[in-house]
T-cell receptor, first 115, second 115 residues
Framework: DAGVIQSPRHEVTEMGQEVTLRCKPI?????LFWYRQTMMRGLELLIY????????DSGMPEDRFSAKMPNASFSTLKIQPSEPRDSAVYFC?????????????FGPGTRLTVL | AQSVAQPEDQVNVAEGNPLTVKCTYS??????LFWYVQYPNRGLQFLLK??????LVKGSYGFEAEFNKSQTSFHLKKPSALVSDSALYFC?????????????FGRGTSLIVHP
């Protein structure tokens, strides 16, 4: 398996522009998570899906952020309009539902810089 | 509610010496505990987990962790550190007795192994 795939790996954009981050989870995994990592705030959970349905988006910082999961193999995180304070590394992770709790598998991340 | 604390932002150790990265947790029910490692410019990778059973858990790359219920701790250890162990280490906890099915991550501890 190729693992969790994220694209792009790096994104540089200007303030006010729309940014779309993409994620392909591991096949057969039921949960998908979006995290944001910054030096100041550490690793923050933004939103997670179970079987393509958003379960908890309480970590989404503002209405400028939105996430979708149209099918089991694809998810997007969109920021519109982007701001410099959105600069961070965004991780997607997935895990398989099981009898005991399974670990999460993280993608390589997208490093976003908003100028 | 569940929470995890990693009291040290950074741990320095000489190569060949034993290392310990500390983690304490708080959950209402039974703890499910995890350690992840993040190498530079990479996503988090699973190291080991405690769900039930033996208090000493062995994981990848020669790491192990000891679950101590009375001290609510789950410290990560390795008998002999390698320079290549230098990375960011995250502890995570989830309440195995119900509640949120999502783990809470600590802020991370930077491990630096000196040659």
């Amino acid at each position: 398996d190729a693992g969790v795939i994220q694209s792009p790996r790096h994104e540089v954009t200007e303030m006010g522009q729309e940014v779309t981050l993409r994620c392909k989870p591991i096949s057969g995994h039921d949960y998908l998570f979006w995290y944001r990592q910054t030096m100041m705030r550490g690793l923050e959970l933004l939103i997670y899906f179970n079987n393509n349905v958003p379960i908890d988006d309480s970590g989404m910082p503002e209405d400028r952020f939105s996430a979708k999961m149209p099918n089991a193999s694809f998810s997007t995180l969109k920021i519109q309009p982007s701001e410099p304070r959105d600069s961070a590394v965004y991780f997607c992770a997935s895990r398989r539902q099981g009898i005991t709790y399974n670990e999460q598998f993280f993608g390589p991340g997208t490093r976003l810089t908003v100028l | 509610a569940q929470s995890v604390a990693q009291p040290e932002d950074q741990v320095n150790v000489a190569e060949g010496n034993p290392l310990t990265v500390k983690c304490t947790y708080s959950v209402s029910g039974n703890p499910y505990l995890f350690w992840y490692v993040q190498y530079p410019n990479r996503g988090l990778q699973f190291l080991l987990k405690y769900i039930t059973g033996d208090n000493l858990v062995k994981g990848s790359y020669g790491f192990e962790a000891e679950f101590n219920k009375s001290q609510t701790s789950f410290h990560l250890k390795k008998p002999s550190a390698l320079v290549s162990d230098s990375a960011l280490y995250f502890c995570a906890v989830r309440d195995g007795s119900g509640g949120s099915y999502i783990p809470t991550f600590g802020r991370g501890t930077s491990l630096i192994v000196h040659p």
